[in-house]
């Protein structure tokens, strides 16, 4: 359920039309009129969600740090809703989805002891929200929970001389999967299945880099072929729907081809494995929540013939 911001109809009188975004998160609506000028997207990260004023420049009095998939989205917008108005209408929309208001400040209340600035703690802001130079801004964490699916978001508002910019931070709560591969697990997903999913192969967002956390189960693999020579594969890769689908065929095709190096650096020969990407048209599981994108995110180990 996407929590729909016609609240602020009512409450800013807006006249314009309310137009979904594609570049919005599924999640929120954006304030109207406001543009997005900045866009951040990280499959695995964590965020420090404030619940308190800062305790020093490095951290909030109280706070949650909380890790799993993160974006960030900042707004602007050269006139209209003040920052405070951007705040409290996200608040209400998020109470009417049933959010819970972890913590909320506005102006001088979001100013720790000793003059600490919540600008500090988030590490000299991106979009540059908040300002010794305008008092004008508001903080407001929240969670979520929609279909089992935990979410924490923050909005970040601040209003200057000429426009007011913010941001929403949006994190789906869930726990990094470590998992790797040892030989019994190869070895029975080949037999039953004809595939196995390459669990602790790792690659950082939109790149095709295998990560060095990727070693121990590239291991397994190698070991598993060097012990069936009479075994040819494709080595598929997949990613989830974000994105088009051009890109995500070529991300796919990109990961898959890597994996394949690193096995042939491990001593495997280049001809008995096949690189291939199929982006997001085979998934494994639903893509509207980030546990789904997650598990279609992957890369396959498929029996093949005996390549001439």
């Known amino acids: 359920m996407r929590i729909c911001l016609l609240v602020f109809i009512a409450l800013i009188a807006h006249s314009g039309n309310l137009v979904a975004n594609t570049e919005d998160h599924p999640l929120l609506e954006r304030y109207p ?64 989805a049933g959010a819970k208001i972890e913590f909320r400040c506005i102006n001088q209340e979001c100013i720790g002891q000793d003059d600490y600035h919540p600008l500090h703690v988030f590490g000299h802001h991106r979009a540059n929200i908040v300002s010794h130079e305008n008092q004008k801004f508001g903080l407001l964490t929240a969670s979520l929970n929609q279909k089992g699916n935990q979410y924490w978001v923050a909005v970040i508002a601040g209003q200057f001389k000429d426009y007011t910019r913010y941001e929403l931070v949006i994190l789906e709560e869930a726990t990094m999967a470590l998992g790797k591969l040892n030989l019994k697990d190869i070895s029975q997903g080949i037999e039953n299945q004809g595939r196995i ?21 590239l291991s397994a693999i190698a070991a598993y072929l060097n012990s069936n020579a009479n075994i040819n594969a494709y080595v598929v890769g997949h990613t989830d729907y974000t994105g088009s689908l051009s890109l995500n065929i070529n991300l796919s095709e990109q990961r898959a081809l890597a ?31 980030e546990k789904g994108r997650a598990q279609n995110r992957r890369v396959e180990l498929v029996l093949s013939q005996p390549h001439k």
Do not use: C, W
Not at 35 to 51: D, G, N, R
Not at 197 to 217: Q, R, W, Y
Not at 264 to 285: D, F, T, Y
């Open 33 to 96: 009129g406001f543009s997005l000028m900045k866009k951040q997207s990280e499959e695995h990260s964590q965020f420090i969600f404030p619940l308190a004023p800062p305790l020093n420049n490095e951290s909030f009095s109280k706070q949650y740090t909380k890790e799993g998939a993160l974006e960030r989205l900042a707004y602007e917008q050269a006139a209209g809703a003040g920052a405070i108005q951007v705040m409290r209408n996200y608040e209400k929309a998020l109470q009417d």
């Open 197 to 217: 999913v390459l669990k602790g192969i790792h690659f950082d967002t939109a790149k095709a880099i295998v990560k060095d956390s990727s070693k121990e189960s």
């Open 259 to 289: 994996v394949v190096k690193a096995l042939v650096e491990m001593g495997i020969s280049q001809k008995r494995l096949i690189a291939k990407g199929v982006g997001p048209l085979s998934p494994i599981a639903v893509n509207k929540v």
